[in-house]
C-alpha cells in the first residue's frame, strides 16, 4: 500500500507568511489554499488549550455538585438571583456583603482568608453561602469549590470506624477538603454538643483535632453557624479558634437582626 505522506505530499510555495517570514505550503495536485505551517500549528495549539481549559472548568464545576456534603438537595438550587431581597432591608444587606466577598474569592484566587456567616437560624445563611461558591465556579471556572455539612461529615467519619465501605474516612475528609480552592463549612458548631440556645459545649479532642487539621492546611473558608462568634471560643481551643477566624476581619456578615424565614411557614 502506497504511503500517505506521498499520497499527500506537501510543497511549498512561492508565497510568503508575512508573520512568520515562511514559505506557505500546500498538498501537491490538490486544489487546496496554500497555508503557513507555523500559523496552522498555533491554530491548533490554541485549540487544544482551549478545550483543555473547557475540560478542567467542567471537572472542577462537577466537584461543587459530586463531591459536596449537604443535608438537604435543595441547597444545590441556591444562588443570588433566587435570594429574596429589598433594597434598604436586611436581606439586602447581607446579600451585598456576600455578593462582595464571592468577588474578592474569584477575583484573588491567591488571597487566603475565611468568612463567617453567623446568626439568627432559617435566615438564608446556607443560601448565600451556596451562591457565593456558585459565583466563584462561574467567573474563576478552575476553582474547585466544595460544600459541607459539618454535622453530616463528623457523623460520616465516626461510621467509618465500623464500616470500611464508608467513603469519608477521617483522612480522605481532610485530604478532600484542604485540596478544593474554597470551601464552605455549613451549620458550623453542631458537630459539637449543643446545650442551651446560643450557646455549646466544648467539642471532643477528636472534633476538634479533626478541625485543626482543616484549618490550619484550608486557608479559604466560609463558616455558616447560627451562634455567634464570641460563643466559639468556649467550644474550640484557642489554636482552632485562631485558624478558624484568620483573615476573617472584614469578612464577617452578620444576620441577626434577620427574621427567621422557616417561623413564616410554621402551622
Known amino acids: 500500500m502506497e504511503n500517505v505522506a506521498n499520497i499527500l505530499a506537501v510543497v511549498e510555495v512561492d508565497e510568503t507568511c508575512p508573520k512568520h ?14 497555508v503557513c505551517p507555523k500559523c496552522e500549528l498555533e491554530k491548533l495549539l490554541a485549540e487544544k488549550k482551549s478545550l483543555d481549559q473547557k475540560i478542567t472548568a467542567e471537572l472542577s464545576r462537577r466537584w461543587l455538585r459530586r463531591d459536596s456534603l449537604v ?25 451585598q456583603l456576600c455578593h462582595k466577598i464571592a468577588g474578592q474569592y474569584y477575583q484573588y484566587p491567591e488571597a487566603k482568608f475565611n468568612t463567617l456567616l453567623v446568626g439568627t437560624a432559617g435566615t438564608g445563611k446556607s ?49 478532600k477538603i484542604v485540596s478544593a480552592d474554597l470551601v464552605v463549612l455549613d451549620d458550623f458548631g453542631t458537630e459539637s ?18 478541625l485543626y487539621s482543616i484549618f490550619n492546611s484550608q486557608k479559604r473558608i466560609i463558616i455558616t453557624s447560627n451562634l455567634p462568634i464570641d460563643k466559639f471560643k468556649s467550644g474550640y481551643n484557642q489554636k482552632l479558634f485562631s485558624r478558624l477566624t484568620r483573615g476573617a476581619k472584614g469578612h464577617v456578615v452578620d444576620f441577626t437582626q434577620l427574621k427567621d424565614k422557616r417561623s413564616e411557614w410554621s402551622i
Open 71 to 95: 443535608d438537604d438537595e435543595d441547597t444545590f438550587k441556591c444562588n443570588f438571583d433566587n435570594f429574596k431581597h429589598e433594597p434598604g432591608t436586611q436581606e439586602d444587606r447581607v446579600y
Open 127 to 175: 443560601h448565600l453561602a451556596m451562591a457565593m461558591l456558585k459565583a466563584v465556579n462561574d467567573h474563576s471556572k478552575n476553582q474547585k469549590c466544595l460544600f459541607i455539612n459539618t454535622a453530616s461529615l463528623f457523623q460520616k467519619i465516626r461510621n467509618s470506624f465500623n464500616d470500611s465501605s464508608e467513603y469519608w474516612t477521617e483522612q480522605r475528609a481532610i485530604s
Open 21 to 34: 517570514k515562511c514559505k506557505l505550503a500546500t498538498i501537491a495536485g490538490r486544489d487546496v489554499k496554500p
Open 193 to 210: 454538643n449543643m446545650k442551651e440556645k446560643d450557646d455549646m459545649s466544648e467539642a471532643s479532642q477528636f472534633v476538634q483535632r479533626v
